[in-house]
């Protein structure tokens, strides 16, 4: 038989750690939320075992009290427009009038009249790109007018009608059930990226070369429209880029087939079932919102922000994955928008790599290529992230989150620069580099978790209360668990990454042996 190696030693001792820890995690949540029970703010009742079920969070508890219509406009929208390409063999121009329509009957069942500013910023934005795109300057250009807008918008909250005079001023009671400056913040990120791709086009850029090929005229003002307004993706994402968008009108996506699409759909469902048992059962959003937490103990602190987090991760993944089975119904394949677990982050730039990814995605080719990429790193970052915070929303405690991020994120450069200069084939180095390596994470995933609780939870404000509350006493322990319960986690997110690493290699090695053999038959043949 053969002996364990210390990797298998150590991976089994991590894993009992880890049920240990979740256990305590679950015991605890229970006995926080059944001591809160009926107390809470935005309890409803629930439909699993009578319990009450955590609404607090507006986002999730709109679209789970909207998910019926939108799944009756899902399936209505998606029947016509695969009737009228099937009927009349429509390809991008004409799919794109299809779906502009579609999609201007959805926004004004959304916004009412208020379309009409979403369609006169368009417009001008369109005709700035048009005229200016050979300019060397366009790049300056258009992102200065668009976040000029979406400040602006945001700052007069949408604008009224009757301060463009008062024979308008009627239309201001039909701004119909959803404020559209919410989901200009979404088309904003599209009319910059119609720009770029177009004024990539016309000087044959280096991007532009790597992109499925667009024709000139395929930058019509209809399949600019439809991009902007395109029903599936217009109140939530995923964001994609026009010339992918505008290559799918023509071709749709055929990456995913049938059944690869229900597959899809059946894991969504499996997934709002998890949140649905999570909301029912432990309060974490409700205790934190309503700030039960600062009467707590530290432990109980560390347990609620961890799971909001958690609680935060899967309301985006339904939301943002419902929207893209929708379009890839519809036949256009937008990113995935969260393809790893957060629990399977031990790194900043993977961590926001794998949260809302597709939004990542545009800004490495929006932003941070045209800023100088990686020779700009440390530089590139703080543009972007201040960029992220402003796109958001106008508040301190987002500016707070994004120049948290970056001043975390500046050592981890200078870490893993230097973790790339030295590869220890040695056991004992190898061994050494993944201590300092798991240490290193701990620490890591420690910072993002007071960073996102800053921007999304409680507060910059309260941050230095947490902190000193865990610097007590009591608090310390406390912060030694946190420590070594991340660095298990670290580990074990290691050794996964070592697996897949290892299935990698088999599969290059069984390619490779297929190919071998195939040309050893030809040749004997």
């Not at 699993?48 to 508890?61: A, E, G, P, V």
């Not at 992220?388 to 620069?417: G, N, Q, R």
Request: aromatic share 18%; charged share 15%.
């Amino acid at each position: 038989m053969n002996r364990l190696s210390w990797k298998q030693w150590e991976l089994v001792l991590l894993i009992v750690y880890a049920i240990g820890f979740y256990g305590v995690v679950v015991f605890r949540s229970l006995k926080l939320s059944n001591a809160s029970y009926g107390q809470l703010p935005r309890l409803q009742s629930g439909w699993i075992l009578n319990r009450l079920n955590d609404t607090s969070d507006s986002q999730w508890r709109n679209f789970r009290v909207n998910l019926p219509v939108l799944s009756l406009v899902l399936g209505f929208f998606v029947l016509v427009a695969y009737l009228f390409r099937a009927s009349f063999h429509l390809k991008a121009k004409g799919m794109s009038v299809v779906w502009l329509l579609l999609s201007l009957s959805y926004l004004f069942y959304l916004h009412g009249a208020c379309v009409i500013f979403i369609l006169i910023i368009a417009s001008v934005n369109y005709l700035i790109v048009k005229a200016l795109s050979q300019s060397k300057y366009f790049l300056s250009i258009i992102w200065s007018f668009n976040v000029a807008i979406l400040m602006l918008t945001r700052i007069y909250e949408g604008y009224a009608f009757s301060s463009l005079g008062s024979s308008l001023a009627f239309l201001d009671s039909y701004r119909g059930t959803f404020r559209w400056q919410i989901c200009f913040n979404l088309v904003t990120l599209r009319m910059i990226s119609f720009g770029c791709d177009y004024h990539w086009a016309c000087t044959d850029s280096v991007i532009r070369q790597k992109d499925k090929s667009i024709n000139i005229d395929g930058y019509s003002f209809s399949t600019y429209l439809s991009y902007l307004l395109y029903a599936p993706l217009y109140i939530a994402g995923p964001i994609m880029s026009f010339n992918s968008f505008a290559s799918q009108l023509d071709s749709p996506q055929k990456s995913y087939p049938i059944r690869q699409v229900a597959w899809y759909g059946f894991r969504w469902i499996f997934c709002f079932l998890l949140l649905e048992f999570i909301t029912h059962f432990f309060y974490y959003n409700s205790m934190a919102t309503s700030g039960l937490w600062r009467r707590l103990s530290p432990l109980d602190i560390f347990i609620i922000g961890y799971g909001v987090l958690n609680f935060m991760w899967l309301k985006f993944l339904l939301i943002w994955r419902y929207f893209r089975l929708w379009a890839l119904i519809g036949g256009i394949e937008a990113p995935e928008n969260m393809p790893r677990c957060i629990n399977n982050c031990h790194d900043l730039e993977t961590f926001w790599k794998s949260w809302h990814a597709s939004y990542n995605k545009w800004l490495v080719r929006y932003l941070y290529i045209p800023l100088g990429g990686s020779q700009r790193k440390l530089l590139n970052v703080w543009v972007i992230f201040t960029f992220v915070a402003i796109w958001h929303d106008l508040e301190w405690k987002l500016l707070s989150w994004a120049w948290l991020t970056c001043f975390f994120m500046i050592p981890e450069i200078a870490f893993k620069s230097i973790m790339n200069m030295y590869r220890e084939t040695n056991p004992v180095g190898e061994f050494l580099l993944r201590e300092l390596h798991a240490i290193a994470g701990a620490i890591t995933i420690t910072c993002l978790m007071v960073t996102n609780l800053a921007g999304y939870v409680i507060g910059p404000q309260n941050i230095k209360w947490l902190i000193s509350r865990l610097l007590m006493k009591d608090g310390l322990t406390v912060v030694g668990f946190i420590f070594v319960s991340f660095y298990v986690g670290t580990k074990l997110m290691l050794h996964i990454g070592d697996a897949k690493n290892r299935k990698g290699i088999y599969a290059s090695q069984s390619t490779v042996g297929a190919e071998v053999k195939t040309r050893t038959s030809s040749m004997t043949s």
